[in-house]
């Protein structure tokens, strides 16, 4: 019994490799006994294997069995070896699936996808970023960059952790930063000095801006006056943290179902939202724009961030030019071609 327990010992230190060897060599040499000691049992090789696995597996069909005294004395030597090798492989690989469930659970894991989005900084804002973004793309793939040490979204299979300092280059990369499609940074709640807070958030938009400048970057900035700082690292788009709520806040309570109808522009839980549809080249005028977009159940709201151009019909639309309408999404994928 002492030797057994020290062979299992052993056996449950090596490698995972090194034990799979070990079960193809111990397969393939008792099959090839187990053939020369009976080969009118068996009639070929092939069926010496089948019933070598059988036997380890403890399933046992009984369309093969030894018939000699030497087959039944090496029958009993694998329900010894074999049985307790296959369950030393099954063990193995158990433990092999809750190592891969605590690497999760605790943010080591790299990311090995791409066209994701990366949300820096857990907060209440970041699970509903999360929300938001599945109901746009169900299929999704969302990577949560934080220092904590455990998922804090750990139902969410779509959603990947990865722990350490968002700022450095080691974590960015292991959440996959240069293959992303966007990333999102949060304000760190955690951090109670505003100004502190805009400067790690700085930190980690220079270090995105740094190993993969082509990723669309948005930064939720605590004070507007630290806007031109960002700039400098050309994020490419800023949310005032507080100035949101203030502002339709104030609406709600001046303007009675303002708000409602800005909230349900910006999430995409309603019918209508707003979205980016491609410039058909017939259109010479923003006036034909708007009035082909309305004859399909679009209204055309802005060129890029010019809201002003349903007052200037007769305009031009230039080259560059980046039109966005308010529309559900059945009629945006007609007029996009989707």
């Known amino acids: 019994m002492h030797f057994f327990l020290r062979l299992s010992a052993r056996m449950m230190r090596m490698r995972k490799t090194t034990i799979g060897l070990i079960i193809v060599i111990f397969v393939t040499v008792s099959a090839t006994i187990a053939y020369l000691l009976e080969p009118s049992t068996f009639h070929s090789w092939f069926n010496t294997l089948y019933w070598v696995m059988t036997t380890m597996a403890t399933v046992g069909y009984g369309d093969f069995f030894a018939a000699t005294v030497a087959g039944k004395l090496f029958t009993l030597f694998l329900y010894i070896f074999g049985i307790g090798l296959l369950s030393l492989v099954i063990g193995k690989i158990i433990d092999s699936i809750a190592g891969i469930q605590r690497q999760r659970e605790a943010g080591t ?94 930190l980690i938009a220079s270090s995105i801006e740094r190993i993969a400048p082509e990723v669309h970057t948005t930064v939720e900035i605590m004070h507007e006056k630290h806007i031109q700082n960002f700039r400098f690292v050309q994020v490419n788009e800023f949310v005032l943290s507080h100035d949101a709520i203030s502002s339709l806040a104030v609406r709600a309570a001046l303007q009675e179902g303002n708000s409602a109808v800005i909230s349900q522009l910006i999430s995409r839980e309603h019918g209508d939202d707003i979205y980016e549809v491609p410039c058909n080249p017939a259109w010479k005028t923003y006036g034909e724009a708007f009035q082909a977009l309305l004859e399909q159940g679009a209204t055309l709201l802005a060129d890029r961030n010019d809201m002003s151009i349903n007052r200037r019909l007769s305009e031009l639309i230039p080259a560059d030019a980046r039109l966005y309408v308010v529309a559900d999404e059945a009629t945006y994928r007609r007029i996009a071609g989707k």
């Open 109 to 202: 894991l790299n990311f090995h996808g791409g066209n994701h989005v990366i949300l820096i900084n857990w907060s209440r804002k970041a699970k509903s970023a999360i929300d938001e973004i599945l109901t746009y793309d169900p299929k999704a793939q969302i990577v949560i960059v934080d220092e904590t040490d455990r998922h804090p979204a750990l139902q969410m299979h779509q959603v990947h952790f990865v722990s350490g300092d968002p700022s450095s280059a080691e974590t960015l990369i292991k959440a996959g930063i240069e293959r992303a499609r966007a990333a999102i940074i949060f304000a760190d709640t955690r951090i109670e000095e505003t100004s502190l807070t805009d400067g790690k958030s700085l």
